[in-house]
């Protein structure tokens, strides 16, 4: 540590960026065992060894709940490992999942300033090293304030959902999480696969959220069980924070889109992750096996759903993807992940029809060719289709990964909350408080489907304005005003 | 945590199991469903709500042991617990004063329609209604269904008791009998469904059916449970259960019944082999 600690500036410069271990290619793709293995102490030091420890450190700006990294890499350099957790804990309630599951190559490292003439600082690497030593080194629970008698019902166990309550708890409030699934943990649980992100870590954090004093009521499905009139009204909460994620699928309404075998990546993901399918007979979910299996889309959904399809014994997976190489979405360890693993990337391609059997399975998928135009609101060039440039591929499974949105259910039989056009919630940016009085919300729910930091982010500035309107600090914003505020935003 | 507080064996492989849910039953209405999971390795399922009981907090379930799953549920007993029990899901059903409204219930299907049947009755319509099984010892629920019809037809298939008919006989008597009938609600088996279907669309009588799709968390966030009604592909757990008989493309959904066929015939026999080995 301490030659680590005197080196110089040049010597720090020349370190290469650590590689990650991981479990070798031919191996992983016939398990669900975590892919990435994590640094080991030493390869962690050295990485940390790296940083510059810059004064106006550029990575903050690019994290989108400014952790302040070079404080925690410091720590950890000075084997001050409680520091370091202390200090990445201080900005981020779940690094051991952030740490995995970050496109930190957008965000963080991207803007690092070894990154103009090298590499970036494993940033990421780093954070997940500091966050695992955490799990496995449990603190005792922090103390809390006396009870506010204040109630607060957090709608969602998502990582906007868990984080608001885990700070509304630490504030002194009363919290209840309502979920309407099983298990708790949003699109971590139901979503993210074993193979990226171990479903222990997600239990943890879970677990770290109760000791806290929230109570967790599974299986409740607000909309449906209770309404958010009737918790506000009927059940005594003084204010509800919405953290219920973008769920619901699309599909792309072309035919055949019904026939056995078309999946969305949320029903399939589903059924692997929260269902465990892939150890179906012994849990009672099944999922279909393709041999050949097309994955429409190119997100991070879609690098999950095609990597659990080869795992289950597909013979070959393609991601389908109508835009270039250059406009990937998903993380770039994922895509890199995908194709060493033998995922075939079809760019440029999109699908017309499906073609079933008499029995009404899959057969087939007719696609065209596409080609990049004018760029479009997004930023991106717009694909366009090649004319005449059909063809078909022989699948027996099509998975749609092409994107969700918010579910409707949760706003049942309540007025009030302004939504947009694409059916996110009306919230303004820095407090999350919505159109409706005493309700607030973050995450996907406001963004559409986005990242769990930004939606992690969210819960945290919510929680800090529900404490400050439950303590009588301010009056919570008319409906009119906050949709002024929003706007303006 | 959702305790079975009654249960009863309906006929041989039907059984009823009265559950410990009040946040359930105190939303619950006719033409609602729940997803229960049996255990913690257990599938989510699908189950229409027979029954409710707010005063009590509980929901009544009737089911056909024809699965892994079901049958599993079925060797639960009073004082047991289900690992999750989520609801009410679906739309109700449409309860409104129609007139004259026709209530047919095949096998496992009687149990839904009772409180449907109940419902429309308290709505003030005059309630006919068909029961039918494939034979006395399928058929439950006689007397309860007579106590809110104002005629009841009973029958099997094999004519083991009451008339031997499909129900789709009497239904198709019964509007070329010119009886003036405004609604119909059939529930049963899909096959059972379509053949309504294809009886009562000459008739231009409007047909409610209430589709038993396969499900995985019934809020809307999979799309494995859709299927196209009027040409328009609709989520069955929450654009339904309820859909209008002549619109349903019954084929598909017919299929997309039998996705895992194979799996549960797999699921079944590793059962089996578990109870017959003493497990
Ligand atoms: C397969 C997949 C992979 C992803 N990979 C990454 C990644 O690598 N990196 C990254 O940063 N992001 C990733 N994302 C996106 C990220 O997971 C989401 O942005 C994030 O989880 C959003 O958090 P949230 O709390 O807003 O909602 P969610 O995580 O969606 O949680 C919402 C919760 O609310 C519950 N709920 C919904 N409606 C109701 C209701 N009416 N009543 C009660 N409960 C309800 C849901 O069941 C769910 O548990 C991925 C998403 C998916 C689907
Ligand atoms: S920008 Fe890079 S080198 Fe500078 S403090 Fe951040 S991680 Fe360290
Ligand atoms: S069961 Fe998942 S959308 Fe209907």
């Not at chain 1, 979910?285 to 659990?308: E, F, I, L, Q």
């Not at chain 1, 699948?395 to 579910?407: E, K, Y």
């Not at chain 2, 629920?141 to 004519?159: F, H, N, Q």
């Not at chain 2, 299927?227 to 299929?255: I, K, N, S």
């Amino acid at each position: 540590m301490s030659e680590t600690k005197s080196i110089s500036q040049q010597e720090r410069v020349k370190i290469p960026r650590q590689k990650m271990p991981t479990q070798e290619a031919s191996v992983r793709v016939r398990n669900f065992n975590e892919v990435a293995l994590g640094y080991p102490e030493e390869t962690a030091m050295r990485e940390a060894a790296r940083c510059l420890q810059c004064k106006r450190p550029k990575c903050v700006e690019g994290c989108p709940v400014e952790v302040d990294i070079p404080a925690f890499i410091e720590r950890l350099r000075e084997a001050d490992l409680p520091g370091a957790v202390q200090s990445l804990k201080k900005d981020n309630n779940l690094p051991a999942i952030c740490g995995r599951v970050c496109p930190q190559e957008t965000q963080c490292e991207a803007l690092c300033v070894l990154g103009k003439k090298g590499e970036p600082v494993a940033i990421g690497r780093l954070e997940r090293y500091v966050a695992d030593w955490d799990l496995t080194h449990p603190s005792p629970p922090p103390e809390l304030p006396p009870p506010s008698g204040k109630k607060v019902a957090v709608i969602g166990s998502g990582p906007a959902g868990l984080t608001c309550a885990g700070d509304l708890a630490r504030y002194g409030h009363q919290v209840t999480i309502f979920e309407s699934l099983h298990a708790p943990g949003g699109v971590l649980i139901y979503g993210i696969p074993e193979f990226r992100l171990p479903k222990h870590i997600v239990h943890a954090e879970v677990n770290y959220v109760r000791s806290l004093g929230v109570e967790i009521r599974l299986n409740e499905v607000i909309g449906k069980t209770y309404t958010l009139d009737e918790l506000l009204n009927e059940q005594g909460y003084d204010a509800i924070f919405l953290g219920t994620g973008a769920g619901l699928p699309m599909f792309m309404h072309i035919p055949g889109e019904n026939y056995n075998g078309v999946y969305s990546a949320n029903e399939f993901l589903t059924r692997v992750n929260l269902m465990k399918a892939y150890l179906f007979p012994n849990w009672d979910t099944p999922v279909k096996v393709g041999r050949k299996v097309a994955v429409v889309g190119a997100g991070n959904v879609a690098m999950d759903a095609s990597r659990c399809a080869l795992r289950l014994g597909a013979d070959e997976v393609h991601i389908v993807y109508r835009r270039s190489r250059e406009e990937v979405p998903a993380r770039a360890e994922e895509v890199h992940h995908a194709e060493e693993e033998g995922i075939i990337f079809d760019f440029l391609t999109n699908p017309v029809e499906i073609y079933g059997d008499e029995k009404g399975w899959v057969r087939g998928m007719r696609c065209i060719r596409m080609k990049l135009g004018e760029p479009d609101a997004s930023g991106r060039r717009r694909p366009l289709p090649i004319e005449n440039s059909e063809f078909d591929m022989d699948v027996d499974m099509v998975i749609m990964a092409l994107g969700t949105r918010p579910n409707p259910l949760v706003f049942a039989d309540s007025g009030g909350l302004e939504r947009t056009r694409h059916g996110t919630v009306v919230a303004d940016e820095r407090t999350g408080r919505t159109t409706k009085d005493r309700v607030w919300a973050g995450g996907d729910i406001v963004t559409g489907a986005a990242t769990v930091i930004s939606a992690m982010g969210a819960g945290k500035r919510a929680a800090a304005d529900i404490d400050r309107f439950l303590r009588g600090e301010e009056a919570p914003v008319s409906r009119a005003e906050a949709a002024i505020r929003a706007g303006a935003s | 945590m959702y305790e079975i507080v009654a249960r009863e064996e309906l006929a041989p492989v039907t059984k009823l199991l009265e559950i410990r849910a009040p946040a359930v039953a105190r939303k619950a209405q006719a033409g609602q469903f729940v997803i229960v999971r049996v255990h913690e390795e257990g599938e989510r399922i699908p189950l229409t709500i027979a029954d409710y009981d707010r005063e009590r907090g509980t929901i009544t379930l009737v089911f056909q042991e024809v699965g892994k799953t079901t049958m599993h549920l079925g060797t639960k007993q009073v004082g047991e617990c289900l690992a999750s029990f989520t609801g009410p899901l679906g739309l109700p059903s449409e309860i409104e004063r129609y007139g004259t409204v026709l209530c047919v219930g095949g096998g496992v299907g009687i149990a839904p329609i009772y409180p449907i049947a109940r419902a429309l009755r308290e709505a003030g319509n005059t309630v006919l209604s068909i029961i039918g099984a494939r034979s006395k010892d399928l058929l439950f629920w006689e007397e309860k269904m007579r106590a809110v019809s104002d005629e009841l037809i009973v029958c099997t298939d094999d004519g083991s008791y009451g008339r031997k008919a499909l129900v789709t006989i009497p239904l198709k008597e019964m509007l070329e009998g010119g009886r003036s009938i405004d609604r119909i609600w059939a529930i049963g088996p899909a096959i059972m469904m379509k053949f309504c279907a294809l009886t009562t669309q000459p008739f231009g009588v409007p047909l409610i059916v209430s589709l038993n799709s396969i499900m995985v968390d019934g809020t809307g966030m999979c799309g494995a449970c859709r299927v196209e009604v009027g040409g328009q592909t609709r989520f069955v757990c929450v654009d339904g259960p309820e859909f209008d008989g002549h619109q349903v493309d019954w084929d598909q959904l017919l299929a997309r019944q039998r996705i895992y066929l194979e799996q549960e015939k797999q699921a079944l026999e590793l059962w089996q082999h578990g109870h017959a080995c003493g497990h």
